[in-house]
């Protein structure tokens, strides 16, 4: 059974960093991928950012340069949100799919085979 559990998310103040993470349990693909996608009320969930088993990672253009997504070697990975922007306001989720390479784990929701439960991100002016 896979278990992924986020962590790390809160209320800031524009311009403030937070660090989102998010333990895998039981997830033993050799070829994977693991990304953040975000849902704010009324908005289509999206997907942020994306990593790889080899640490390759792609990220939402509307990211880019101010969110980074890493792995550690037990599984973790992280999310490192910096000058964050009352737009970035939402609950992020964690998701994960075998086979698949980091582009898929941003573009292509619909493929995910496993979600967390979500940490909110509350950015204010």
């Known amino acids: 059974q896979v278990n992924l559990v986020e962590s790390g998310g809160g209320s800031v103040q524009a311009g403030g960093s937070l660090r989102l993470s998010c333990a895998a349990a039981?997830?033993?693909?050799?070829?994977?991928?693991m990304g953040w996608f975000r849902q704010a009320p009324g908005e289509e969930r999206e997907g942020v950012a994306g990593?790889?088993?080899?640490?390759?990672t792609h990220y939402a253009e509307s990211v880019e340069g101010r969110l980074t997504i890493s792995k550690d070697s037990a599984g973790t990975i992280y999310l490192e949100m910096n000058n964050l922007r009352p737009e970035d306001s939402a609950m992020y989720y964690c998701?994960?799919?075998?086979?698949?390479?980091?582009?898929?784990?941003?573009?292509?929701?619909?493929?995910?085979?496993?979600w967390g439960q979500g940490t909110q991100v509350t950015v204010s002016l």
């Open positions: 998701a994960a799919a075998g086979a698949l390479g980091s582009w898929y784990c941003v573009e292509r929701e619909e493929m995910m085979d496993y």
């Open positions: 990593i790889d088993e080899d640490g390759i």
């Open positions: 039981g997830f033993t693909y050799d070829h994977y991928c």
